[in-house]
């Protein structure tokens, strides 16, 4: 993730991925099995055990692959980096098909699939309605559409709001902009706020969860992986009302007959 560029479509910021070893530096160099584990978790509950046709959108190297492969009777990795494709190919070959492009201007024809997933990227849109109304687009008629949400009101930032450290209200619908990080800018939703934009889209929410609610570097040194993992596994479900975690799963239904 070493430039932004703006595509000349929607003038919109591309958190480029190309010639970044997402895979290395991100998942295998850092201690990141807690978070893995959560993602999975979430997936294997909200994915539908069998699936027609599938993309993984935004899915960069495939991490999460052989949760859907077993699921799905064709899948497609969706990418904008050509260095994560590569990468997918490699390991997976035929069994995972990959498409590369900008997910404003999704190359696939309208209701072509069955199923998507989108996992660990809204942090990086910042324009959500034109990518709801693509992946909209893309799915069919009771297709459903399983989504991560970056949350702007989680714990740690109501404690800082409440001990003066930041001045940013965790509760404003607006969307926070974290954008000096790594200049092309992250972005953070208001659960409120992305659920109105998910229903204003035309998809129905399903089910939802609350993801990586132990992600803290201290609650690692404590209790260990092993141990928020199984605490995790209790927690999705029973904290998802409260929508307090970094990662809000969504499970979403196109209206429509199959
Ligand atoms: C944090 S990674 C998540 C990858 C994968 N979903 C996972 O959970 O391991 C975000 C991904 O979004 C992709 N991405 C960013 N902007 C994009 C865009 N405009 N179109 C398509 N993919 C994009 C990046 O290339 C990267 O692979």
């Given at each position: 993730?070493?430039?932004?560029?703006?595509?000349?479509?929607n003038?919109?910021?591309i958190?480029?991925?190309?010639?970044?070893?997402?895979?290395?530096?991100?998942?295998?160099?850092?201690?990141?099995?807690?978070?893995?584990a959560?993602?999975?978790?979430?997936?294997?509950?909200?994915?539908?055990?069998?699936?027609?046709?599938?993309?993984?959108?935004?899915?960069?190297?495939?991490?999460?692959?052989?949760?859907?492969?077993?699921?799905?009777?064709?899948?497609t990795?969706?990418?904008?980096?050509k260095?994560?494709?590569?990468?997918a190919?490699?390991?997976?070959?035929?069994?995972?098909k990959?498409?590369?492009?900008?997910?404003?201007?999704?190359?696939?024809?309208?209701?072509?699939f069955?199923?998507?997933?989108?996992?660990?990227?809204?942090?990086?849109?910042?324009?959500?309605?034109?990518?709801?109304?693509?992946?909209?687009?893309?799915?069919?008629?009771?297709?459903?559409?399983?989504?991560e949400?970056?949350?702007?009101?989680?714990?740690?930032?109501?404690?800082?709001?409440?001990?003066?450290?930041?001045?940013?209200?965790?509760?404003?619908?607006?969307?926070?902009?974290?954008?000096?990080v790594d200049k092309?800018?992250?972005?953070?939703?208001?659960?409120?706020?992305?659920?109105?934009l998910?229903?204003?889209?035309?998809?129905?929410?399903?089910?939802?969860?609350?993801?990586?609610?132990?992600?803290?570097?201290?609650?690692?040194?404590?209790?260990?992986?092993?141990?928020?993992?199984?605490?995790?596994?209790?927690?999705?479900?029973?904290?998802?009302?409260?929508?307090?975690?970094?990662?809000?799963?969504?499970?979403?239904?196109?209206?429509?007959?199959?």
């Amino acid at each position: 993730m070493t430039t932004a560029k703006h595509s000349k479509q929607n003038r919109a910021v591309i958190s480029d991925y190309n010639g970044y070893d997402y895979k290395k530096i991100f998942w295998e160099d850092a201690d990141r099995k807690y978070e893995d584990a959560a993602d999975r978790m979430a997936i294997r509950k909200l994915l539908p055990r069998e699936m027609e046709n599938f993309v993984d959108v935004a899915g960069g190297y495939g991490r999460l692959a052989d949760e859907y492969l077993p699921r799905a009777k064709s899948a497609t990795l969706f990418d904008y980096s050509k260095t994560e494709l590569a990468q997918a190919r490699e390991k997976y070959g035929d069994k995972l098909k990959t498409k590369q492009g900008d997910i404003y201007n999704l190359p696939f024809k309208d209701g072509e699939f069955s199923t998507l997933m989108m996992i660990r990227a809204t942090h990086h849109f910042k324009d959500m309605e034109k990518v709801l109304a693509e992946l909209y687009r893309i799915l069919r008629p009771g297709g459903i559409a399983v989504i991560e949400v970056a949350n702007k009101r989680t714990l740690p930032r109501i404690a800082r709001y409440f001990t003066g450290k930041t001045k940013a209200s965790p509760f404003t619908h607006n969307v926070a902009n974290l954008s000096d990080v790594d200049k092309d800018g992250f972005f953070n939703y208001h659960p409120k706020y992305i659920e109105n934009l998910f229903r204003e889209a035309g998809f129905k929410i399903d089910k939802v969860l609350s993801v990586s609610n132990f992600r803290s570097k201290g609650l690692k040194k404590v209790f260990g992986t092993k141990n928020l993992i199984k605490m995790e596994k209790g927690a999705q479900a029973i904290l998802a009302p409260i929508r307090f975690a970094p990662s809000i799963y969504y499970r979403l239904e196109k209206p429509g007959d199959k």
